[in-house]
């Protein structure tokens, strides 16, 4: 299974891969470009997940219930369920009075892959292909805002941009621009005092909760350089090397770490933040996660919990890093109204969110992180020789490069600006910039938006 494919006629043969290291399972990962790193089971050179093709052809594997990012074996997931490492963590978390199964989701069925985003694409005819390319263009004449940049360098981050920062944080001059643009431009739209810490008056500083916070760095900034003391990080994955210790180290800071999909939050539920007046960041919330974390924070479903003595208007204002709309889901998306308008419905969407990656890959070859097995199939057809290629995909290789791109950025500019005419709708002053140039990020879209009251 470790050995690699012969090369098709007129093909170079591709580098030859590094020996197994001692004691690792002998699967390649092709996305990682790496060996696992699992250890092996005794009888054999694989792990338990990665069996040889001759035990495994003839048996399927099937998502874990409890934590999708795993797999196993069909007629073992009865059993595995029970035992799941992930089960414990899954039952204190559905015992959170935060947690509501669903409440940011926009229902309906599973979500739709990338393949299958493609697939529905190639199935055009070539008279359907070029009348979607033109409503998209169209669309994006008549309805997508002109974003303005606003490369925001505030003086309150100047020892961050100087690199003058804790060094037990990472420091990547990459990732500090793009986080100094978001809180500068913040500091510009009137979410946080001008001058940082020292101007901030601590009874009037608002807490802060970071979606899809990672590590915590963004908030790390905030407060370092705003004098921010009440901090909430959602994130539904486990990382190492987070800003925590550093931030519970600062004097007068208050740490909640939230381990939960947004999609289930509910942050009425969030007791230590019951009547506090808050902002909510993200920086690169990827595809769906955008248009969850603005539901989770302005959701309609809220209204009901206004008996129980909870306030529905603490939301103070938002910076949102939009990203990865490949992943987006119609499902999900917040302003379905503003696309139907405009004559987009769900397959449309997604063939539009299929698009919207050109913006950053002309060629489309890319693999997608999350559909590892469909990106796998999808750049070994991307490989074929010329001759093979046929219909749309052949009409998509004739496209040039910049118009391909041209394109993608159009349908990422049509999703964010339904999601900005979205906050708008709902009693928020808006607006969506590009806060770094193109060479930092190609995924350069804020959304930031106050409350008027």
Partial sequence: MDRPAPPANGESAPPPRPAPPPGRCHFWLPNKRRYCANSPLSSTQYCGNHPPESSSASRRRVPCPVDPSHTVFEENLEAHVGKCPFRKHADALAAQPYYSKGINSGGGEADVTSAAKRASVHKLSEEEFWGLVAKIRSAHAAAAVQMRESHVAPDACDKWMRGQVDRTVPYQEKHVVQQVSIVGNMEVFGLLPRGGAEDAAAENAPAVVEFGAGRGYLTQMLADCYGIRNIFLVERRSYKLKA??????????????????????????????????????????????????????????????????????????????????????????????????????????????????????????????????????????????????????????????????????????????????????????????????????????????????
């Fill in 244 to 453: 925590d210790r550093s931030l519970r180290q600062n004097e007068g800071v208050t740490l909640e770490r939230l381990r939960i999909d947004i999609e289930d939050l509910n942050l009425h539920g969030v007791q230590t933040l019951s009547g506090v007046q808050y902002l909510a960041i993200g920086k690169h919330l990827c595809g769906p996660a955008t248009d969850m974390t603005i539901m989770c924070c302005l959701h309609e479903q809220c209204d009901h919990k206004k008996e129980k003595g909870h306030d529905n208007h603490r939301l103070r204002g938002l910076a949102l890093a939009t990203c990865c709309h490949h992943l987006c889901q119609w499902k999900h998306y917040a302003n379905k109204a503003f696309l139907l308008g405009l004559g987009i419905a769900e397959e449309e969407f997604h063939a539009m969110t299929w698009f919207s990656s050109w913006a950053v890959d002309g060629d489309h070859n890319s693999q997608d992180s999350l559909d590892a097995e469909d990106s796998s199939s999808e750049s070994r057809e991307a490989k074929k020789p010329d001759r093979e290629i046929i219909g749309i995909e052949r009409i998509i290789r004739c496209i040039p490069g910049d118009e391909r791109s041209a394109l993608g950025f159009m349908c990422k500019d049509i999703i964010d600006t339904g999601r900005l005419l979205w906050l708008r709708s709902k009693g928020l002053d808006a607006d969506l910039v590009s806060y770094v140039s193109s060479d930092i990020s190609p995924e350069n879209h804020l959304l930031v938006a106050k409350c008027r009251s």
